[in-house]
């Protein structure tokens, strides 16, 4: 699902540009980190915000991979009611 979306938004950049994004979202893949390998978070995580480029130009925006905010009420969401998650308190940055 998340490579046909890819082929869907590269189709969307300027006709100068299409080439390279049809291109690369042919070879879409999902990133790895070795933990055990680098045990430092890669910069990827650890950086606010970020700069992409999008059919509309460039646009900097938060990184949704810098923080993670737990629902206040997991229950209902995929958590079982009795798995300590889905009590979790809500953490803010």
Do not use: K
Not at 24 to 53: E, F, G, S
């Amino acid at each position: 699902m998340l490579w046909d979306h890819a082929q869907i938004i590269a189709r969307t950049y300027p006709f100068s540009q299409q080439d390279d994004y049809i291109a690369a979202a042919a070879t879409l893949r999902v990133p790895y980190w070795d933990w055990a390998a680098i045990p430092t978070l890669p910069d990827v995580v650890t950086t606010r915000t970020i700069a992409i480029n999008t059919p509309g130009g460039f646009q900097e925006l938060d990184n949704p991979l810098y923080n993670y905010t737990f629902q206040a009420n997991a229950v209902g969401n995929g958590f079982p009611s009795g798995e300590p998650v889905s009590a979790c308190a809500v953490y803010e940055d």
